[in-house]
């Protein structure tokens, strides 16, 4: 099976690998890479009349459009790694880097990456699989339907790790009608070995990305385990015993039980979608030594943690050039774009969710650092009111901390989170900004890790 109908367009990892490399390319992000920008206004057009249907129609098309990516159960056993891998590499320009970054993905990451005009290769992929008849809130006869399709995908692929998740809170409409398997390389594949011999600069260094998060999983098999939740405002205790805003959401949306059954967890495990698994950390030093290359570990505790460092990199950077450094640009899950902060002078500082818990972290952020002339904020649309979602006046309320302009950008207030035309207004909108400058070179990578390194919860240091 081909690499690019398996793997998850709207994803984490996919979208921050497409940002990347299009940057790399010397290219902006038009419609989060998967439109070109002549495509934007009438997208644009007909996903706003999407917003003018009832919510249930609304949710029924968001959900339709991720189960119309998703690869049968039968087909799950031809999926190889190695093809994963190389269509990986394949998204990258074809010359020599100074940094790779491998591991964890992170939209923070990204714009330090751009900064350091260097690839990421992500160690999660999340592979999307079919399935009829199984409600969002029944996690027990998910695992039962296509458990089979992930032993199959793990005895055709013995080098990924298999994180079956399930989450009937922000995933809530995508899992009606698909299962997500997310995939970790325990071993560094072929494909990243070739990259990294062919396109690391002499004297460049290799970076581990190891998110720590972990999350409590039921072990199904040696290289297979089921997750229930996933990372957000509701816990891993609200997941597993239920409570007050477990009801509630299961109440809002007609769901026949109050509180999940999932299966019990009897241990913990590197978080699906955010975590390192250690044995891919252990298989790239070896590389490492035997091919003598520098290894540095870029080490936190959960994915928010590098935003506010990165912000604070940016503007120290801009003000090193003499730049103006009162304008911030807050992203939102995959809508990013370090093409268009950086010639827009913009701070990037990177919101993982729309959550409340993601909101307070950025308004801690603005409570420590010097006022922002300029505030604008992208939101990502996940089509569900999760737990914990903070709504647009929230997010318009963060905005009006700003001395000037305080927006959402491409947003339409009224319709979120089902906003989907947002996903192609936000890039128009940027494209917007009239102040423009030129492309800098790019940081030193020595001192940016001592930068990083000052930063008590973000560890980067070479690897023992």
Not at 24 to 51: C, H, K, Y
């Amino acid at each position: 099976m081909k690499a690019s109908r398996a793997v998850a367009a709207f994803d984490s990892s996919s979208g921050t690998l497409r940002a990347l490399s299009r940057f790399l390319a010397g290219r902006d992000t038009p419609g989060i890479g998967q439109v070109p920008a002549a495509f934007e206004l009438p997208l644009s057009g007909l996903l706003g009349a999407l917003n003018r249907l009832p919510s249930a129609a609304q949710e029924r098309a968001y959900a339709a459009s991720g189960w119309a990516e998703a690869i049968p159960r039968r087909k799950a056993g031809d999926v190889r790694s190695e093809a994963l891998a190389t269509w990986v590499t394949g998204h990258y320009p074809q010359r020599r880097y100074p940094v790779i970054f491998i591991g964890s993905a992170n939209g923070a990451l990204v714009h330090l990456a751009a900064a350091l005009d260097a690839p990421w290769l992500p160690q999660t992929l999340l592979l999307p699989v079919r399935r009829r008849g199984v409600a969002p809130d029944d996690p027990r006869s998910d695992l039962a339907a296509v458990s089979g399709a992930g032993r199959a995908l793990l005895a055709a692929n013995p080098d990924l790790v298999l994180h079956h998740m399930h989450d009937p809170n922000q995933d809530r409409l995508m899992i009606a009608g698909m299962t997500y398997f997310r995939v970790k390389w325990r071993r560094l594949p072929e494909a990243y070995r070739r990259f990294i011999h062919d396109h690391l600069a002499p004297g460049g260094t290799l970076v581990a990305v190891d998110c720590t998060l972990r999350w409590p999983t039921t072990r199904i098999d040696d290289r297979y385990v089921f997750q229930f939740g996933a990372l957000g405002d509701a816990t891993p205790e609200e997941y597993h015993r239920g409570g007050p805003r477990v009801t509630d959401l299961l109440t809002r949306y007609g769901a026949p039980v109050r509180h999940w059954d999932p299966p019990a967890p009897d241990g913990e495990s590197p978080e699906a979608e955010w975590g390192l698994e250690p044995a891919l950390l252990n298989d790239l030093s070896a590389f490492a030594e035997r091919q003598r290359l520098d290894l540095d570990v870029l080490r936190f505790d959960t994915p928010g943690r590098l935003s506010p460092a990165i912000a604070d990199l940016y503007r120290s950077w801009y003000a090193d050039r003499g730049l103006p450094t009162d304008r911030l640009l807050v992203e939102s899950f995959l809508l990013l774009d370090p093409w268009q902060a950086l010639r827009t002078g913009s701070v990037p500082y990177w919101s993982v969710f729309g959550t409340e818990a993601f909101r307070t972290g950025l308004e801690t952020y603005l409570d420590t650092t010097y006022p922002y002339d300029e505030i604008r904020i992208l939101l990502f649309n996940h089509g569900t009111d999760s737990i914990g979602l903070a709504s647009a006046q929230d997010w318009r309320r963060t905005a009006a901390r700003a001395r000037k302009i305080g927006v959402l950008t491409g947003v339409n207030a009224t319709a979120y989170p089902r906003d989907f035309a947002s996903l192609v207004r936000s890039h128009r909108e940027l494209t917007k900004i009239r102040t423009r400058y030129p492309m800098p070179l790019p940081l030193d990578t020595a001192s940016t890790a001592a930068t990083l390194g000052a930063w008590d919860d973000i560890d980067w240091h070479p690897a023992k």
